[in-house]
């Protein structure tokens, strides 16, 4: 049996781990109950055309082949992050315990 290398793969049809992902057509033929699901690619699988996958709202992480997935475009991390909310220091709870000087 042969697997598939890195070299195999075309660079334009790439997935790889932090890559945000959705069934694709033939996933969704194979696994229908995973409707339209979207998650992010957390690691490769034991084998080379596998490829773990944490979905969206699921605490489990599932391992599936890489024609089942496709990459979804997203915009910059940085357009989709929402912003942290900044809290002042209360002046009742000092940076610093009291007596600690040094």
Do not use: C, W
Request: charged share 35%.
């Amino acid at each position: 049996m042969r697997y598939e290398s890195d070299g195999d793969r075309a660079s334009d049809n790439e997935i790889g781990p932090g890559d945000r992902v959705r069934m694709s057509p033939q996933g969704l033929a194979r696994h229908p109950k995973y409707g339209d699901r979207q998650g992010v690619v957390v690691a490769r699988g034991a084998l080379p055309s596998s490829l773990r996958v944490k979905f969206d709202e699921r605490k489990s992480i599932q391992a599936l082949h890489r024609n089942y997935l496709e990459k979804i475009d997203v915009p910059a991390r940085s357009a989709t992050r929402p912003e942290r909310p900044v809290f002042a220091r209360s002046a009742l709870s000092p940076s610093r315990p009291e007596g600690a000087d040094r």
